[in-house]
């Protein structure tokens, strides 16, 4: 199964849409919603910024812990006709659930796991001389296989040194067997001048070859938001990120993006108490109250996937007001401070059963949360674990 090689655009199918899951049965806590809509809307405003560039939807890693079957099938019907995975398990997975796009392969193959490209018709990416040789030795009539070879220009972490390259697509382009489709480049940093070494590295190569093949890509979310040079007239960009809504590293001061966010993490508060004076919270007690303080207790923690690293740190969202988090995050549970007793002013009266927005619309940004924890926001909504079940909105 999988793509031929040399399938044309109509010959590839857009699964169906997952079913529609409105509601959770009563007892189950926590919940991270995935916005459907939000997706298709940061495609249109990627499509922009791609200035006419094929955005190959990057969905590794469950689509950043989005849910892979279901996202990829929703970025098809946005229109999206290119995907790319981090590992062959990921693409299999894509297959077997009827996606027939071509999928991209981004990391680096052993070579006994070369013929399962074939078998699943997976795009391989070449970024070594080694997997050029085992693409030579694997390739046969039965087993064709469309590559993309990955050049390094200096993030140094795979691909092929810019000398190396003619040589290797000529001899590449020798086998029958074999289709160089793509050729690519992935930038270190776009927060200072290496971004432009770096496109002028692979520049000056593409530009001593002979043939250059149909598919160039260079540009992931951040350099396709903030590097227009680096996605100019090539053919494809490279989006993860911004596709669910999230700017890894953002440029502050740079202009408005119009992207939303495609994930709400929300549990529930399950028990709220007052503390006199001098009482403090949770484990180690590294948060004592300075007056009398009431508390609410949420159904979230990092057996969830929300971080221990938000201990006294991060915001959660009630009834659409801040409210922080005090004490350690345990495995299962957290709580937060609701100021006085007697909420004044526009605090809301919190009580067991309501929502909490842990992050998402509501609460604070994804953006937000990963700064107070001092980490990526890729890293909040991939580390979510297999107990937060997805919930998806059309
Ligand atoms: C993950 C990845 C991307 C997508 O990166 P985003 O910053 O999420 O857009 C693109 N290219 C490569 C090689 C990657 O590993």
């Not at 793509?3 to 991270?32: D, K, Q, Y």
């Not at 390094?152 to 390259?165: C, M, P, Q, Y």
């Not at 590295?201 to 979310?221: I, K, W, Y």
């Not at 007793?341 to 809301?348: C, F, I, T």
Request: glycine share 10%; hydrophobic share 40%.
């Amino acid at each position: 199964m999988g793509a031929e090689v040399g399938a044309t655009e109509e010959s590839f199918t857009s699964p169906p849409l997952n079913p529609v899951l409105e509601e959770l049965p009563s007892h189950r806590m926590i919940r991270a919603e995935v916005d459907l809509s939000a997706l298709a809307h940061n495609v249109e405003v990627l499509r922009g910024y791609a200035n006419g560039a094929e955005l190959m939807g990057v969905v590794k890693a469950d689509a950043y812990g989005h849910g892979l079957v279901p996202v990829t099938r929703a970025l098809a019907h946005a229109g999206v006709k290119q995907f790319a995975v981090a590992n062959v398990q990921e693409g299999i997975e894509l297959r077997q659930s009827g996606l027939d796009w071509p999928i991209l392969v981004l990391s680096a193959p052993l070579s006994s796991s070369i013929p399962v490209y074939a078998q699943h018709g997976l795009r391989l990416t070449v970024s070594s001389l080694e997997i050029a040789k085992g693409v030579a030795e694997a390739a046969s009539p039965d087993a064709p296989l469309v590559v993309h070879v990955k050049v390094d220009t200096g993030i140094h972490r795979l691909g092929i040194a810019s000398v190396d390259v003619p040589e290797t697509l000529d001899r590449l382009d020798a086998l029958p067997d074999v289709t160089v489709e793509g050729i690519w480049t992935h930038c270190a940093t776009v927060h200072d001048d290496f971004v432009y070494e770096q496109l002028g590295r692979f520049d000056e190569m593409l530009g001593g070859l002979e043939t250059c093949p149909r598919a160039v890509h260079v540009s992931n979310s951040g350099t396709l938001l903030y590097v227009p040079e680096a996605s100019k007239g090539r053919s494809v960009v490279r989006v993860g990120g911004a596709l669910y809504g999230l700017i890894a590293d953002p440029i502050t001061g740079s202009s408005e993006i119009d992207l939303r966010p495609v994930m709400r993490l929300v549990s529930k508060v399950v028990h709220t108490q007052v503390l006199q004076p001098g009482e403090t919270v949770s484990y180690g007690r590294t948060w004592t109250a300075e007056r009398e303080t009431r508390i609410a207790t949420v159904a979230a923690g990092y057996g969830d996937g929300f971080l221990r690293a938000l201990s006294n740190r991060g915001d959660v969202g009630i009834h659409g007001v801040l409210f922080p988090i005090i004490g350690r995050v345990c495995m299962d549970m957290l709580m937060v401070d609701l100021g006085p007793p007697q909420p004044a002013g526009k605090l809301p009266i919190v009580s067991a059963g309501d929502d909490v927005v842990l992050f998402g619309p509501g609460g604070p940004s994804a953006e937000e949360t990963a700064v107070a924890a001092d980490t990526l926001v890729y890293e909040l909504t991939c580390g979510l674990t297999a107990r937060v079940p997805k919930v998806y909105h059309l």
